[in-house]
């Protein structure tokens, strides 16, 4: 180790001695150091501001992501998915969630560790925190100094930016149920309605104390997948794992009996730098995300005392047994999670390229089942419910399959219109004469047939003629 490195390691020394393991008591101050898994975390957690850009999208002059609740529709870009389609929706969940299992299954709580919104938004909040009170030893003074001039500046400061994020998080979240422009002309004339008010004073609330008060305490006691992820993980799974057999017994890097010792330094930096507060060397712990900064700062440490790397490293637990790893494609979980996986994402691609232009539903009328006319024929009374999910009015001609002269009436003459994006009810009468009913039940079909429009379309929908039935 030369002089500069020895420098350092001994500044480390100095710096750590106030980390230590986090037991909810005070605000974790933890420190950055670069490396492989915080750029990761920095470009996944970045994945994030399409959140805040995504309401600004049009797709047609319209707002291409858009939950429309008064009119029961979500828009994505070309898609509209109508209350019909929600089934799409569930499969939706399933997939997600499969893909939470999956990956959890193989490498842990990868989702915490780069994606989840919480750690996201606390390593913004934290990361601003360090830009306007300096490091954590800087914080940690600050934090128990008496109230200058200069405190209340920082304080100030750093308060101000976290609300300025929470604020735009609360607003960007309304914009997905709104008309994102009309909605910030609406806040900024406290025109918005009561409802409006509401989401942002929720989101403003849970953004400003979950990212900068409550950080890794929300994963701890609030977050219900802490709680169920170690049903997921396995001895296969791969986590940031202190590798014991090479790193103990542990002890610092010079003195007495060093020869004796393993390669941990007991710097207690892999502490420091966790935002959570754990001490990985004492084994995977409900509060590890497995973001893999304690491998950054436990390599950088390695790298300055002249010791392979890998002391933590991305390792499961029979690995770190001596056994052989098994790979994920002979695992009986990983399978059971990809074939659900696989079997939602075809139900959602088959949903998605067989939306029908046109939902139909057919009632027949019970009270009565039919009515014998003056003439002698029989009639039979509907309610078509048709909802055109197209963006534009379209005309359609009612005929009758699977029964010979059958006359059609409808409440109202001409031809069918539907209005786009409503659901219309419509009257029709059908009527035979007895003769043409060989039993009580008949199978017909009614068929929709576009006249007006590009694109042809043709929908037909089972529906039964019912009669008195042969004496
Ligand atoms: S595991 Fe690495 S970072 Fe942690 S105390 Fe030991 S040497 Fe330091
Ligand atoms: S122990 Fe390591 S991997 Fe786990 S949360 Fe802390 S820094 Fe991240």
Redesign the pocket.
Same mark, same amino acid.
């Given at each position: 180790m030369d002089a500069k490195a020895h420098k350092d390691i001994e500044e480390l020394y100095q710096d750590t001695v106030h980390w230590h393991v986090n037991t909810g008591g005070e605000t974790i101050h933890a420190k950055r150091v670069p490396g492989f898994f915080r750029t990761l975390k920095w470009y996944t957690g970045s994945l994030w501001l399409l959140y805040f850009i995504l309401p600004y999208f049009r797709w047609e002059g319209d707002q291409a992501i858009l939950f429309d609740i008064p009119h029961r529709q979500f828009h994505f870009f070309a898609l509209t998915i109508w209350p019909q389609d929600i089934w799409m929706l569930s499969l939706v969940l399933i997939l997600l969630a499969m893909t939470l299992f999956g990956v959890t299954a193989v490498a842990g709580r990868v989702w915490c560790g780069y994606f989840c919104f919480q750690t996201v938004w606390t390593d913004w909040f934290t990361w601003l925190e360090e830009k306007i009170e300096g490091n954590p030893i800087q914080r940690r003074k600050l934090d128990a100094a008496p109230w200058t001039l200069r405190k209340v500046r920082l304080k100030l400061f750093k308060h101000v930016l976290w609300m300025l994020i929470a604020v735009l998080t609360g607003i960007t979240f309304a914009a997905y149920f709104t008309d994102v422009y009309q909605l910030w002309a609406d806040y900024l004339t406290l025109q918005a309605p009561l409802v409006a008010w509401v989401v942002l004073a929720a989101f403003i609330f849970g953004t400003y104390v979950f990212a900068g008060f409550m950080r890794e305490q929300v994963c701890f006691w609030l977050c219900p997948y802490a709680r169920i992820q170690s049903v997921m993980v396995d001895k296969d799974t791969i986590m940031p794992t202190?590798d014991y057999k090479r790193?103990e017994p542990?002890g610092k890097v010079r003195g007495k009996g060093v020869s004796e010792r393993g390669d941990? =330094?007991?710097?207690? !930096?892999?502490v420091g730098v966790c935002p959570t507060g754990v001490d990985i060397?004492e084994g995977m712990q409900e509060g590890c995300i497995t973001c893999g900064l304690c491998i950054d700062?436990?390599n950088g440490?390695m790298e300055k005392v002249g010791r392979p790397k890998g !002391? =933590?490293r991305y390792a499961s637990r029979k690995e770190m047994a001596g056994e052989k790893l098994r790979p994920f494609f002979r695992r009986p979980r990983v399978w059971a999670y990809l074939s659900i996986f696989l079997l939602s994402a075809g139900g959602i691609v088959y949903g998605l390229t067989h939306i029908p232009p046109v939902e139909l539903s057919i009632v027949h009328e019970r009270q009565p089942l039919f009515t014998r006319m003056s003439d002698g024929s029989i009639q039979n009374k509907y309610t078509i419910k048709a909802v055109n999910k197209t963006s534009q009015n379209l005309h359609f001609r009612l005929s009758i399959r699977g029964m010979d002269h059958v006359r059609v009436r409808l409440e109202e003459a001409g031809d069918i219109v539907l209005h786009a994006g409503r659901t219309v009810p419509i009257r029709v009468f059908l009527q035979a004469m007895p003769a043409q009913l060989k039993k009580e039940k008949t199978k017909i079909y009614f068929v929709l047939e576009s006249v007006s429009g590009k694109d042809k379309i043709k929908i037909s929908k089972r529906s039964v003629f019912i009669g008195p039935g042969k004496r």
């Amino acid at each position: 180790m030369d002089a500069k490195a020895h420098k350092d390691i001994e500044e480390l020394y100095q710096d750590t001695v106030h980390w230590h393991v986090n037991t909810g008591g005070e605000t974790i101050h933890a420190k950055r150091v670069p490396g492989f898994f915080r750029t990761l975390k920095w470009y996944t957690g970045s994945l994030w501001l399409l959140y805040f850009i995504l309401p600004y999208f049009r797709w047609e002059g319209d707002q291409a992501i858009l939950f429309d609740i008064p009119h029961r529709q979500f828009h994505f870009f070309a898609l509209t998915i109508w209350p019909q389609d929600i089934w799409m929706l569930s499969l939706v969940l399933i997939l997600l969630a499969m893909t939470l299992f999956g990956v959890t299954a193989v490498a842990g709580r990868v989702w915490c560790g780069y994606f989840c919104f919480q750690t996201v938004w606390t390593d913004w909040f934290t990361w601003l925190e360090e830009k306007i009170e300096g490091n954590p030893i800087q914080r940690r003074k600050l934090d128990a100094a008496p109230w200058t001039l200069r405190k209340v500046r920082l304080k100030l400061f750093k308060h101000v930016l976290w609300m300025l994020i929470a604020v735009l998080t609360g607003i960007t979240f309304a914009a997905y149920f709104t008309d994102v422009y009309q909605l910030w002309a609406d806040y900024l004339t406290l025109q918005a309605p009561l409802v409006a008010w509401v989401v942002l004073a929720a989101f403003i609330f849970g953004t400003y104390v979950f990212a900068g008060f409550m950080r890794e305490q929300v994963c701890f006691w609030l977050c219900p997948y802490a709680r169920i992820q170690s049903v997921m993980v396995d001895k296969d799974t791969i986590m940031p794992t202190y590798d014991y057999k090479r790193g103990e017994p542990r002890g610092k890097v010079r003195g007495k009996g060093v020869s004796e010792r393993g390669d941990c =330094i007991d710097c207690r !930096l892999c502490v420091g730098v966790c935002p959570t507060g754990v001490d990985i060397r004492e084994g995977m712990q409900e509060g590890c995300i497995t973001c893999g900064l304690c491998i950054d700062a436990c390599n950088g440490v390695m790298e300055k005392v002249g010791r392979p790397k890998g !002391l =933590i490293r991305y390792a499961s637990r029979k690995e770190m047994a001596g056994e052989k790893l098994r790979p994920f494609f002979r695992r009986p979980r990983v399978w059971a999670y990809l074939s659900i996986f696989l079997l939602s994402a075809g139900g959602i691609v088959y949903g998605l390229t067989h939306i029908p232009p046109v939902e139909l539903s057919i009632v027949h009328e019970r009270q009565p089942l039919f009515t014998r006319m003056s003439d002698g024929s029989i009639q039979n009374k509907y309610t078509i419910k048709a909802v055109n999910k197209t963006s534009q009015n379209l005309h359609f001609r009612l005929s009758i399959r699977g029964m010979d002269h059958v006359r059609v009436r409808l409440e109202e003459a001409g031809d069918i219109v539907l209005h786009a994006g409503r659901t219309v009810p419509i009257r029709v009468f059908l009527q035979a004469m007895p003769a043409q009913l060989k039993k009580e039940k008949t199978k017909i079909y009614f068929v929709l047939e576009s006249v007006s429009g590009k694109d042809k379309i043709k929908i037909s929908k089972r529906s039964v003629f019912i009669g008195p039935g042969k004496r």
